[in-house]
């Protein structure tokens, strides 16, 4: 049991951290797509789910999502070159 609850402790506080990390950078360019990333990766909600609780179309959440999608991965292989990782 050990093992387990530190390890979920310490999942838990990485989650927390690449939270605030992933949508206070992408808050910067766009708002909306930060709610998005963060209602779908954080909170589990699907596009209907996002929609509603954004009072946009599933279309709209669609298109947020795919462009906020691209910056993250941009942003990951761009900070896996410069620590000299392979993106």
Request: negative net charge; proline residues 1%; without cysteine.
């Amino acid at each position: 049991y050990r093992i387990n609850i530190s390890f979920d402790k310490e999942f838990s506080k990485l989650r927390m951290i690449t939270r605030s990390l992933t949508t206070d950078a992408l808050e910067e360019l766009d708002d909306r797509q930060a709610r998005v990333v963060e209602l779908r990766i954080f909170g589990g909600l699907d596009n209907r789910e996002i929609g509603e609780a954004l009072d946009i179309s599933v279309a709209t959440v669609k298109r947020e999502w795919t462009a906020a999608r691209a910056w993250l991965y941009g942003e990951l292989g761009h900070r896996g070159q410069r620590s000299g990782e392979a993106p």
